[in-house]
């Protein structure tokens, strides 16, 4: 951070989030403005894009700028040195979260990262907005003895933090108090400590299960509420912010731009769709069918990849496993997913959201379209690996022509150093003169 961006700090007015417009004296969707020192002013509802190994997958700096128009994005630590990405890897039984540390997916396999080193990591890196570290066990359920465990310890590590916070001498990123997912009167001990927190030092909270919205004390109802409750659809989006999410990540985004979907959906949804064929989400373009076809990705888009490449070309790119396909796809579904963001509080302004999202739940199908081409190669850092045995994920880009199998299979004496004939007379190849 910048000293330029440091002296701001200091100047501005303690308002980070401020409430325009609620739709419910409770807890329910609302409009907002985020500020962040040296930042752009984010309304809310708004998305964070989701990053991997520090950027949005498929998008390079210099595109991140030109093509998009992303206000924020989420990174976890886990990919250079603790907490975890959006969606997580869920750690083998054997690496659980102890008294002092959480199981991380590091670029050399699970670790258990310390609580003390995430306070001293994320004090170095600066984040504009840092999660207090949580026992949150992924990929398992939190049961009842398990929660009580799981609550002294966030008790414990946030109050670490804040201690930390209050002994460094440089200003400190905004922190947000990362819920467990359970509901709050299941929590209700560390709920009580961040509600001690929220007058000075716990500036937002972090919700990982939507049960926990429910009771959530008044007293945290004015504090921003980021969302890592992982919506499939943009009708459980709808729904999130209905609920109370104010920031969500999207993972289905980069999902789809991996399976070849480009997002076709706007809202509110356009007025003359006929209920008995609901209209698609996004448009697979591995499907030949576009392999001629001049139109953009979805009518009057004024993405980069619509106002300057077409259908044909982009279905030529995934066939020819360019990885420029995944590149354009991307920069058009995060442009649906932004124009989407722009509606829903367009939406609330004008006080339609709640019959704008029925419209939008009548005339889209339910699910996104299912992948039917190959993604580009899966990593190491995005699925846990089952052990030996363990089918490849990725499929190899090359193979032995089926007729010349069994000639290859009958020469294992071939030399790469042969000469041609010789090659010729094993089977191996035919010359051409
Ligand atoms: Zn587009």
């Known amino acids: 951070m910048g000293t330029q961006v440091q002296k701001h700090f200091d100047q501005l007015p303690d308002e980070m989030f401020s409430i325009v417009q609620a739709t419910t004296a409770g807890i329910g969707a609302r409009l907002g403005r985020l500020v962040l020192p ?44 603790g907490a975890r990405r959006t969606p ?20 050399v396999g699970f670790k258990a990262l310390h609580s003390d080193d995430y306070i001293e990591g994320v004090q170095h890196v600066q984040p504009d907005i840092v999660l207090s570290l949580a026992d949150v066990p992924y990929g398992r359920a939190l049961g009842n003895r398990r929660v009580e465990r799981a609550v002294d310890r966030s008790t ?5 933090h804040v201690e930390a916070r209050r002994q460094a001498s440089m200003p400190q990123a905004k922190l947000f108090a990362s819920l467990l997912p359970v509901a709050c009167r299941n929590q209700s001990y560390y709920i009580e400590s961040v509600r001690d927190h929220a007058a000075k030092d716990v500036s937002g909270l972090v919700i990982h299960d939507l049960s926990t919205l429910e009771n ?7 504090l921003p509420r980021l969302g ?14 209905r609920l109370g999410i104010d920031v969500c ?25 006929c209920r008995d ?21 979805t009518p009057d888009c004024g993405c980069y990849a619509c106002t300057d490449h077409h259908r044909a070309y982009i279905q030529h790119l995934l066939s020819a496993k360019e990885m420029l396909a995944w590149v354009l ?71 032995t022509l089926d007729d010349r199998k069994e000639a290859v299979a009958g020469s294992k004496s071939v030399k790469l150093d042969a000469d041609s004939n010789t090659l010729q007379q094993q089977g191996f190849a035919e010359k051409q003169l």
């Open 38 to 81: 040296g930042r752009a002013v984010i309304e809310t509802p708004h998305y964070l894009a989701s990053t991997s190994r520090g950027v949005v997958p498929h998008i390079t700096p210099d595109n991140f700028v030109r093509s998009t128009s992303i206000q924020g994005v989420y990174v976890g630590l886990e990919d250079f040195l």
């Open 88 to 107: 997580p890897v869920a750690p083998p039984a054997a690496n659980p979260n102890t008294a002092g540390t959480i199981a991380v997916c590091t670029a």
């Open 156 to 160: 414990q590590w946030l109050n670490d």
């Open 216 to 222: 959530l004390p008044m007293e945290l109802g004015p």
């Open 228 to 241: 890592f409750t992982s919506p499939a659809t943009p009708q459980e989006v709808l729904r999130h912010i």
């Open 249 to 273: 990540t999207i993972p289905f985004t980069s999902e789809a731009t991996d399976n070849g979907i480009a997002l076709s959906f706007a809202f509110p949804a356009p007025n003359d769709v």
């Open 277 to 297: 064929e609901p209209l698609p989400l996004g448009v697979d373009m591995w499907s030949i069918e576009h392999a001629a076809d001049c139109s953009p990705l």
């Open 329 to 399: 796809l991307q920069i058009h579904n995060h442009h649906i997913i932004e124009s989407f963001f722009r509606s829903i509080r367009r939406s609330l302004v004008e006080g339609t959201y709640n019959r704008d999202v029925e419209r939008f739940q009548q005339a889209y199908e339910s699910q996104l379209p299912a992948k039917t081409g190959e993604g580009p190669r899966v990593r190491g850092y995005q699925y846990k690996s089952e052990g030996p045995g363990e089918q490849r994920k990725n499929r190899p880009a090359y193979n």
